[in-house]
């Protein structure tokens, strides 16, 4: 019998079995080589960064194109290696969401910046991706079982994340040394990602019942 739900033992060379394959999440990669393609081209940034003038004058590609480009590569390690790892931990247990929401949640995160934060004249980088994405992720898990107290520390973590930003003035994430010394952390990009999140597990929580 070969199905492809039933669980592939190695082969006699003890190698990974070709299902492996199957269950890297493609659609994640191909964005994080994407990304990877921007880093490597720092002359393509300024086409492609969050802008808000640009934006003004119809350049709408910047609402997705903008997540994709990183001020420096520490920049980039940290947003692209999260991403993959929500993509290996999304992709499969909810499809639906997960490649959804890389057409959708950029775009909802880039619209509130320019109707609501008009002093965001600059904005780039996947955080605020990844952001959304852990926050599904981490209601859905404590969804599954109300009692467990990982998921709900998760929550927390992010909230006091966003407090912390805020209080100091958008100079909160130090771990991270950006190449552009006037960047400053996006807290109101966290805050529509988290909107977001919210707004994609209360429509999942409701298709269920």
């Given amino acids: 019998m070969n199905d492809a739900t039933s669980p592939a033992r190695p082969g006699p060379d003890g190698r990974p079995p070709r299902i492996f394959w199957r269950r890297l999440p493609w659609t994640y990669l191909a964005v994080g080589a994407a990304c990877l393609l921007i880093q490597c081209r720092p002359d393509w940034r300024g086409a492609l960064i969050y802008d808000r003038a640009a934006l003004a004058r119809g350049e709408w590609w910047r609402l997705w194109t903008g997540h994709g480009v990183h001020f420096g590569w520490p920049h980039f390690l940290a947003d692209g290696g999260l991403f993959v790892i929500m993509g290996w931990l999304l992709e499969r247990a909810h499809p639906w969401f997960s490649r959804l929401a890389l057409v959708l949640m950029p775009l909802f995160i880039s619209g509130l910046l320019y109707r609501f934060d008009p002093a965001m004249q600059r904005y780039g980088g996947l955080s605020a991706v990844d952001l959304g994405l852990l926050l599904y992720l981490a209601g859905q898990g404590w969804q599954r079982d109300w009692s467990d107290w990982f998921w709900p520390a998760v929550l927390v973590i992010y909230v006091g994340e966003v407090i912390f930003e805020t209080v100091q003035g958008g100079q909160g994430g130090g771990m991270i040394r950006f190449d552009d ?29």
């Fill in 181 to 209: 010394a006037g960047v400053k952390v996006a807290t109101s990009a966290h805050v529509a990602s988290a909107l977001y999140a919210a707004a994609a597990w209360g429509i999942a929580w409701r298709r269920r019942r």
